[in-house]
């Protein structure tokens, strides 16, 4: 049946009921939902999310809807903590990501190496190459750049 976990998604104040709306078609009941807003950006927490991801059904239908969100669940059982975020590039394509909390550091035996053969500048670019692996695109503009995702959808251009 798999472990059910507590997990937080965060999606822009402005699209917050659009969210619960869909939630409710494709996911749960709105009154099983936590929510408070902190500015531009809306949490609502789920509890007993099954190994801490949504259904394709609901994520999809976020994804169709053009809302950008983040989603994130800590350490349970055998799983580590982890980040799930969806945005959208000034071109209308999708960026989803999927971050790992291990996935945030270097394992010191690697920087060691890169050490003992006097190799700083390889070892920068590893960490540089790190960092943008794991970089989520910014809030700025995801309602715009989501609305030309699904017009983008609309007339069948990739």
């Not at 409710?24 to 809306?42: K, L, V």
């Not at 789920?46 to 999809?60: I, L």
């Not at 071109?91 to 270097?106: C, M, P, T, W």
Request: hydrophobic share 30%.
């Amino acid at each position: 049946m798999g472990e059910r976990v507590y997990v937080e998604l965060i999606v822009l104040s402005a699209q917050k009921d659009q969210t619960i709306q869909i939630s409710q078609d494709t996911y749960c009941d709105p009154d099983s939902i936590n929510e408070y807003d902190s500015g531009d950006y809306s949490c609502l927490s789920y509890e007993e999310v099954k190994n801490g991801n949504f259904p394709d059904t609901f994520t999809d239908a976020l994804e169709h809807a053009g809302i950008a969100y983040e989603y994130s669940h800590e350490s349970f059982g055998e799983y580590c903590a982890w980040e799930c975020s969806l945005r959208f590039t000034p071109e209308g394509a999708l960026v989803h990501k999927q971050v790992y909390a291990n996935d945030r550091s270097i394992d010191l035996s690697t920087v060691k190496a890169y050490l003992d053969a006097n190799n700083i500048p390889e070892l920068l670019i590893h960490i540089d190459t790190r960092i943008e692996s794991n970089e989520v695109l910014p809030w700025d503009n995801q309602i715009e750049y989501g609305k030309l995702y699904q017009m983008k959808q609309l007339i069948g251009v990739k």
